[in-house]
T-cell receptor, first 113, second 116 residues
Framework: QQQVKQSPQSLIVQKGGISIINCAYE??????FPWYQQFPGKGPALLIA?????SEKKEGRFTISFNKSAKQFSLHIMDSQPGDSATYFC????????????FGQGTRLTINP | DAGVIQSPRHEVTEMGQEVTLRCKPI?????LFWYRQTMMRGLELLIY????????DSGMPEDRFSAKMPNASFSTLKIQPSEPRDSAVYFC??????????????FGPGTRLTVL
């Protein structure tokens, strides 16, 4: 029940296209859903995060869509650029275990120029 | 700020040897996390500390692993004896407060451990 399932494992998108990564969870107590971006040889870095009281959050070209009833959330990258090529992780935590992030397996995104 | 500092960046050792990984969190952060990243298991939380006290070590794989945080600016993760299956990238992260919304976890660059 603590798992966060992420798909796809890898994704190739043409420059200018839309990249979409999906995550699903089981634990209804989860109430914080961050996305992390990791470049090769670096640690993950927070990209954008959402709470379940909103269905969408947008920051620049990055948007999180959240569907509480389906227990799913997704990351959309608009106008994808080669510099967006990285591994993306979704994660979740609940208020009680706020420090304890449960991560998805990661998606390796490649943007072709 | 220098960010989270980890050392060494790479470690190659032989099975049975003791390995010590080091972490300096961001100044002013009072929560510290140790993660392990592998292709098979992804990113796993091993242990986290709040105000230098271990709060949850349920992710520590077995007794061969131990972690300490003697003060607010230093933590170690020790593996003794090391085994080939411990080969992974180990990340340290820190945050203000109790993590979660508004208390982002900042990750270090990681230590790539190879046990032969």
């Amino acid at each position: 029940q603590q798992q966060v399932k992420q798909s796809p494992q890898s994704l190739i998108v043409q420059k200018g296209g839309i990249s979409i990564i999906n995550c699903a969870y089981e634990n209804t107590a989860f109430d914080y859903f961050p996305w992390y971006q990791q470049f090769p040889g670096k640690g993950p870095a927070l990209l954008i995060a959402i709470r379940p009281d909103v269905s969408e959050k947008k920051e620049g070209r990055f948007t999180i869509s959240f569907n509480k009833s389906a227990k799913q959330f997704s990351l959309h990258i608009m106008d994808s650029q080669p510099g967006d090529s990285a591994t993306y992780f979704c994660a979740a935590s609940d208020e009680e275990g706020a420090q304890k992030l449960v991560f998805g397996q990661g998606t390796r995104l490649t943007i072709n120029p | 700020d220098a960010g989270v500092i980890q050392s060494p960046r790479h470690e190659v050792t032989e099975m049975g040897q003791e390995v010590t990984l080091r972490c300096k969190p961001i100044s002013g952060h009072n929560s510290l996390f140790w993660y392990r990243q592998t292709m098979m298991r992804g990113l796993e939380l091993l242990i986290y500390f709040n105000n230098n006290v271990p709060i949850d070590d349920s992710g520590m794989p077995e007794d061969r692993f131990s972690a300490k945080m003697p003060n607010a600016s230093f933590s170690t993760l020790k593996i003794q004896p090391s085994e080939p299956r411990d080969s992974a990238v180990y990340f340290c992260a820190s945050s203000r407060g109790h993590g979660g919304p508004g208390n982002e976890q900042f990750f270090g660059p990681g230590t790539r451990l190879t046990v032969l």
